[in-house]
T-cell receptor, first 113, second 113 residues
Framework: DSGVTQTPKHLITATGQRVTLRCSPRSGDLSVYWYQQSLDQGLQFLIQYYNGEERAKGNILERFSAQQFPDLHSELNLSSLELGDSALYFC????????????FGPGTRLTVT | GESVGLHLPTLSVQEGDNSIINCAYSNSASDYFIWYKQESGKGPQFIIDIRSNMDKRQGQRVTVLLNKTVKHLSLQIAATQPGDSAVYFCADFVTGTASKLTFGTGTRLQVTL
């Protein structure tokens, strides 16, 4: 168990809908990362937050957004969902903002029908 | 549990044999290289890392070799066990303000009895 929690574990929704994925980092970790794992793209970095502020952006679509709250949990919002957004979404956390020592949660499997 | 379901190269190894998983990277500026193990239904789990100024690092039953000349990384698992069955990813990391991990495609390791 990495100490990173993610909810929900599974999510099934229809195209055009909006969903929110939630992540709680390990105790003491200030940085949160979101990754997408799809069949054809592998693990792709989406976005990083550190202590409430956005720090880095990867291949994140404009339909997606994220935030980190004062209690350090993070939410990833996915809107206008398309079939191609079906994937596993992982959250990872680390102590600071410039380390590769990231601990991954169990992921949320999103299925868009 | 759920499988990652990726279309990955597969390495089949008999229990007790040694496994060698290979990875190519492209970013010559990477400072660190990390191997992750992803079991079915779980998030990636850190196995071992190596800094770019090293060519070999050993852990418990695992050894990582780095060849910067050809931008190649390998993970050797000694005396492979059924519990080693998983998808293995290499990732590289560039020290700086953007601490994103760039993951390789992954290799599925199947351990046969």
């Amino acid at each position: 168990d990495s100490g990173v929690t993610q909810t929900p574990k599974h999510l099934i929704t229809a195209t055009g809908q909006r969903v929110t994925l939630r992540c709680s980092p390990r105790s003491g970790d200030l940085s949160v990362y979101w990754y997408q794992q799809s069949l054809d793209q592998g693990l792709q970095f989406l976005i990083q937050y550190y202590n409430g502020e956005e720090r880095a952006k990867g291949n994140i679509l404009e339909r997606f957004s994220a935030q980190q709250f004062p209690d350090l949990h993070s939410e990833l919002n996915l809107s206008s969902l398309e079939l191609g957004d079906s994937a596993l979404y992982f959250c990872a956390s680390s102590v600071d903002q410039t380390t590769y020592e990231q601990y991954f949660g169990p992921g949320t499997r999103l299925t868009v029908t | 549990g759920e499988s990652v379901g990726l279309h990955l190269p597969t390495l089949s190894v008999q229990e007790g044999d040694n496994s060698i998983i290979n990875c190519a990277y492209s970013n010559s500026a990477s400072d660190y290289f990390i191997w992750y193990k992803q079991e079915s239904g779980k998030g990636p789990q850190f196995i071992i890392d190596i800094r770019s100024n090293m060519d070999k690092r050993q852990g418990q039953r695992v050894t990582v070799l780095l060849n910067k000349t050809v931008k190649h990384l390998s993970l050797q698992i000694a005396a492979t066990q059924p519990g080693d069955s998983a998808v293995y990813f290499c990732a590289d990391f560039v020290t700086g303000t953007a601490s994103k991990l760039t993951f390789g495609t992954g290799t599925r390791l199947q351990v046969t009895l």
